[in-house]
């Protein structure tokens, strides 16, 4: 009888301890209004952009924009977080494909670990290149972030800003160094010109260590839809 209940006694401190070893549950993270709202337009949306030095002109068509709930499980944390994906058609010759990184907590056990799940950073694939990094959302984290060897850092929201003849309103700017995109690796370094409710309003090459411009692609004419 001793021996039954010493064994009875010792099944709460055996359950706490497995609670104890249990991941600590985060919650649900999604990228919300704010977030879609610079990113997240229907397919068939599009966008023409002019090069103020050439007059070359480049055109983006959404081709899709996909999302769903993942489940992360590490030792120390689990949570739920939205993957996204949008996929650009380029001149209907090329694309770009956008796809958010995800954190995993134990590897960032830092006091910031939060916020980094909050923050949907997209890795952007163009056909026949390297990774680069345009943009982060929500654009309000005062964060940076990229691929490796790569960091792409948000420098300042505009509350307007006036491209090409027109006013955009709450544009967010990012800078990326060590860009692929432009094959610019190493040398120059571009900046992101993102308009909430438009997207990608303006890039941007800039000489290397200087604010001086030397090209960019101005948006001219779009049609998106929500």
Not at 162 to 188: K, M, P, Q, R, S
Not at 202 to 208: D, G
Request: with cysteine; glycine share 6%.
């Amino acid at each position: 009888m001793f021996r039954l209940l010493a064994i009875l006694s010792l099944i709460p401190l055996l359950l706490n301890s497995c609670k104890d070893d249990e991941p600590q549950y985060l919650g649900e993270f999604r990228l919300g209004a704010e977030g879609k709202s610079y990113i997240k337009f229907e397919p068939g949306s599009y966008w023409v952009y002019e090069n103020d030095k050439t007059g070359e002109r480049d055109s983006v068509v959404m081709d899709y924009y996909y999302s769903e709930m993942r489940h992360f499980k590490g030792v120390e944390r689990e949570y739920y977080r939205e993957h996204i994906a949008f996929k650009w058609r380029i001149n209907e010759s090329g694309s770009y494909t956008h796809i958010t990184g995800h954190p995993f907590g134990d590897l960032t056990p830092n006091s910031t670990w939060e916020e980094t799940v909050r923050r949907w950073s997209f890795i952007s694939s163009p056909e026949a290149s390297s990774s680069s990094t345009m943009i982060w959302v929500p654009v309000s984290f005062e964060t940076g972030g990229g691929v490796s060897g790569q960091l792409t850092r948000r420098t300042i929201i505009h509350d307007s800003l006036l491209v090409a003849g027109e006013w955009y309103h709450d544009v967010a700017v990012f800078e990326v160094d060590n860009d692929w995109i432009w094959n610019t690796f190493n040398t120059n370094h571009t900046k992101y010109y993102w308009a909430k409710n438009v997207g990608l309003i303006r890039r941007v090459l800039l000489e290397e260590n200087s604010i001086v411009e030397l090209e960019s692609f101005n948006l001219i004419k779009y049609q998106v839809t929500q």
